[in-house]
T-cell receptor
Framework: DGGITQSPKYLFRKEGQNVTLSCEQNLNHDAMYWYRQDPGQGLRLIYYSQIVNDFQKGDIAEGYSVSREKKESFPLTVTSAQKNPTAFYLC?????????????FGSGTQLSVL | RKEVEQDPGPFNVPEGATVAFNCTYS??????FFWYRQDCRKEPKLLMS???SGNEDGRFTAQLNRASQYISLLIRDSKLSDSATYLC???????????FGTGTRLTIIP
């Protein structure tokens, strides 16, 4: 079945450690996105990519990095520069110009700091 | 002022009742509007797009008021399974970003 897969479901980070969240899709979508959700908050855009080998900063990119070497994959690295990384991270993809196409979300990764 | 604002609730509504909530947006150039549903600690899922003329999908009705810059969601004959957080989403044509509201939490009570 086509879909978007995030892993791991739960991730723990130690102080000063970089961690990478995986996001893979087999929907043949060009666009992929990373959002962060804090309790009682809406989704905030971290990074997005409209095409392979290209990505743009979202509203809260500081302390994060991404790569888009393959159409199917858009991993997110939470670096040690992100001082408040505890949140629910959602990856999404869409097949067309955002706003005209629905977003497909992965099931999310809950990141916590030890 | 936030780009997209929603009443966070919670709304506690008896089963079978009708419930409605609004979402206001600040950018008059906004072109596309959506309602997403999110269950606790799950991913959001598209509930319905919102069209200029208003649209209905079963028990759900979405309306857009461009003059007052708000969209609304009406749920008739509410079911226990309607309990969730409803996210209002807005985008501008050609803008790669969707802007999400903080969500309205709805609980249907037996």
């Amino acid at each position: 079945d086509g879909g978007i897969t995030q892993s791991p479901k739960y991730l723990f980070r130690k102080e000063g450690q970089n961690v990478t969240l995986s996001c893979e899709q087999n929907l043949n979508h060009d666009a992929m996105y990373w959002y962060r959700q804090d309790p009682g908050q809406g989704l905030r855009l971290i990074y997005y990519s409209q095409i392979v080998n290209d990505f743009q900063k979202g509203d809260i990119a500081e302390g994060y990095s991404v790569s888009r070497e393959k159409k199917e994959s858009f991993p997110l690295t939470v670096t040690s520069a992100q001082k408040n990384p505890t949140a629910f991270y959602l990856c999404a993809s869409s097949g067309g110009t955002l706003g005209a196409e629905k977003l497909f979300f992965g099931s999310g990764t809950q990141l916590s700091v030890l | 002022r936030k780009e997209v604002e929603q009443d966070p609730g919670p709304f506690n509504v008896p089963e079978g009742a009708t419930v409605a909530f609004n979402c206001t947006y600040s950018n008059s150039a906004s072109q596309s509007f959506f309602w997403y549903r999110q269950d606790c600690r799950k991913e959001p899922k598209l509930l319905m797009s919102v069209y200029s003329s208003g649209n209905e999908d079963g028990r759900f009705t979405a309306q857009l008021n461009r003059a007052s810059q708000y969209i609304s969601l009406l749920i008739r004959d509410s079911k226990l399974s309607d309990s969730a957080t409803y996210l209002c989403v807005v985008s501008n044509f050609g803008n790669e970003k969707l802007t999400f509201g903080t969500g309205t939490r709805l609980t249907i009570i037996p």
